[in-house]
């Protein structure tokens, strides 16, 4: 019999519950579910060289850990405060028989930015995975409200690392790599209190698109996630305001499947759009919105 997918993963309400951002999904309840426990590989990504930017939890976590079990080694990036949710990643992908490197680092940064991907470059022995998962967001409910040191920095965090890790990457890629970037329901539909965020999530699609027709060239592959409510740390550090949490994904938004989604949803696409399978797959956005639609 196949499984409910509306009680497949958690569909409770969730607690109330604030971090400062980034926040550490270690200390969340419940757990993002990031198939530590689920996850099979099958080779898909045999002998391949991934660095994936907010490695160490939710959806990049999710990615990260499928990316080692289908056969990758695997850099992970994150800031420096987020190490020991990276620690546990780092044990995650050695347990699947993968070497995983670890690199915390500020993206904001420009010089950090080649930095990480020489080192990444370096360490894992070539590079052919650039998945681009790391983001901000802050809900502010009145552009009146709205700091521009955050307009700022959701965008430097966002869109400018997107063009700087490319580029540093780009020359390293043999044909058949790929670029995956993350942009967001958001950026198609935006709710009203996410003014920035939402705006760098429409950049992201343009970006992807646009980089996919200029290196197709060069057989390298970009496209786009585009997730819905996800239950992550990004949501209870600020992403939402908090009295939107415990009916996140259900009434806050509404989806039709009825609950939030788990970083662990999202494996799949992430393998996918790495692996040789989606050979003929450039410049295109896959959602998982849980029914949200993006079109
Ligand atoms: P998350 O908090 O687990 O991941 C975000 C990561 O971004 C952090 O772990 C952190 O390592 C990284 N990051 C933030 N600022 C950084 C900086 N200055 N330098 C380096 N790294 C930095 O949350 P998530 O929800 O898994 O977010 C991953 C991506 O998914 C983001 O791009 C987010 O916009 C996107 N997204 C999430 C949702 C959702 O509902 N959770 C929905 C749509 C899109
Ligand atoms: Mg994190």
Redesign the pocket.
Known sequence: MPKDPKTQYYHDTFPKQFQD???L?KEMEPK?DCGEESYKGSGKLNGRKALV?????????AAAIAYAREGADVAI???PE?QP?AEEVKQLIEEAGRKAVLIP????DEDFNYKLVEEAHEQLGGLDILAL?????QAVEDIADLPTEQIKETY???VY?LYWLSKAAIPHMPAGSSIIT?????GFNPSPMLLD?AAT?SAIIGFTKGLAKQIADKSIRVNSV??????????I?G?QPQENIPEFGSNTPPTPIGR??Q?AELSSVYVFLASEESSYVTAQVYSITGGIPTA
């Open positions: 951002a980034p926040g999904q993002p930017t907010g490695g160490d939890s939710g959806i990049g976590r990036n994150y800031l987020e949710d680092g500020d993206l904001k998962v790391a983001g901000k967001q430097e965090t966002n690392p993350t942009t967001s329901v958001e965020y999530k585009a997730p819905g409510p996800i239950w992550t740390p990004l949501q550090s992403g939030a989604g970083p």
